[in-house]
């Protein structure tokens, strides 16, 4: 069993930027970052291999958030820069289950964090 904390999220103006942090409680496969508004699905934004030589992004995100991890500190972390209001959301760290490529569907995931509230103003 592992377990996900993220950090990290909070309330910023639109062009501005956050860095979240998930740190795990072991060692951990591929891993991921989603997001969710209220009454929507759950929606891939980044995933990164395990040893962070893949990474993957929305089309939506591309060219403006990062993904990176340290397997030595069994954290990940999800760089965002010019942030805009539709980036609201919880965003939530998973990671994959003996697994070192990621995945962009949700439901393949078997470890998720709590989530962390990001919020852009307009």
């Known amino acids: 069993q592992v ?3 993220e950090s990290g999220g909070g309330l910023v103006q639109a062009g501005g930027s956050l860095r ?9 496969y591929a891993a991921a ?5 209220p009454g929507k699905e759950r ?21 403006r958030f990062t993904i990176s991890r340290d397997n030595a500190d069994n954290t990940v972390a ?14 939530y760290c998973a990671t994959l ?8 569907v949700a439901h393949d995931y078997a470890y998720w964090g709590q989530g962390t509230q990001v919020t852009v103003s307009s």
């Open 3 to 5: 377990q996900l904390v």
């Open 20 to 28: 979240l942090s998930c740190a795990a409680s072991g060692r951990t």
């Open 33 to 37: 970052w989603f997001r969710q508004d």
């Open 43 to 63: 929606e891939f934004v980044a995933g990164i291999s395990w040893r962070g030589t893949i990474t993957y992004y929305s089309d939506s995100v591309k060219g």
């Open 78 to 91: 999800l760089q965002m820069n010019n942030l805009r209001p539709e980036d609201t959301a919880v965003y």
């Open 97 to 104: 289950y003996a697994e070192n490529i990621p995945s962009r």
